[in-house]
């Protein structure tokens, strides 16, 4: 990933976080520097002498428009201390399988669970970087079901099932990033349309026999494994049926089984974050990137991250 254009400022470790970040002031410094790494700027008219006022407002000195860090953010309205919402990201991007909402709740005496569950979604909302780095070298490219006991036709919708679409990177045995999308079914277009957005054009894209990934000879090297009935198919794309494994270890572990379909996408994005900087040295990395996110993200209500949440699939082990 090129941090090239950004700041590296971030705690490393936990001691140095609690000191660092225990004011609202500390965090609202820290904000602004993520959301400024130049400075300030007015949005408005582009000058950079600001004053702060008691409202915790940046007002451009030339145009007097006001900014705000919070408004029009994921935590757009928040009555809560920003200190609250630093707790909550280096916990969300520190913990090995993150925080889940009983204990966030818990953690930072929130009045209600569902303040702490909506809180969790909207960091989640935070862990795609726009921009980032597509995959590339030898990439595997499959799909896998969740949900659902019995196996359906492919290309032809779900069958009650949850299909998601994994890539790998792979060097030799060893694991590169990921990326991982629910969709609708495992068409053509939906394939290439993955592939395209997640994979550098140039690339070698390793998936199995199914017809719809014909496109990808085009513009990559496809190398097509078409396995007999016989074959075990972990044996033919064995990186995209490790990740399927983690990830349904993850729902059973995390989620007892349970997830609903319409938040599956939000916890493989959050996933996704985790395993692709698995192996970062730096603790507090994960949390700069969060907080930077989170000055660049747009306001989500309640509403829309409840959506259809009632309904339930189990995932059969
Ligand atoms: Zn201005």
Known sequence: MSD????????MSEIE??????TEQACIDYLAKMKWPDGFCCRNCGHRAYWFSSKHLFICTRCESAHSLTAGTVMHGTKKP?????????WFTTRKSGVNAIN?????????????????????????????????GNVEVD??????QKPGKRGRGANGKTIVLAAVEKDGHKFGRIRLQVVPDFSGDILEQFVSTNIT?????????????????????????????TDD?????????RIASLVKRLILGTFQGRFSPEHLQSYMDEYVFRFNRRTSRNIGKKFMRIAQQVTSSTKVIYKQIVGGASQFCLLAN
């Not at 669970?113 to 597509?134: D, F, N, V």
């Not at 198919?233 to 049926?241: A, D, M, Q, R, W």
């Open 4 to 11: 090239n254009f950004i700041i590296e400022d971030f705690p």
């Open 17 to 22: 976080f609690e000191k660092r970040y225990n």
């Open 82 to 90: 920003l200190t609250f919402w630093f707790k909550a990201m280096w």
């Open 104 to 136: 966030l709740k818990e953690l930072l005496g929130l009045g209600s669970y569902q303040t702490a569950w909506a809180w969790l979604h909207k960091l989640r909302r935070c862990t795609i970087r726009q921009g980032r780095e597509s995959l590339s």
């Open 143 to 148: 799909e896998f079901v969740l949900g659902g």
């Open 201 to 229: 054009p140039g690339s070698t894209v390793a998936t199995d026999g199914w017809k719809g990934y014909n496109f990808a000879s085009e513009n990559y090297i496809h190398c097509k494994t078409i396995a007999s009935k």
């Open 233 to 241: 198919k972990s044996s033919v794309l064995p990186g995209v049926h």
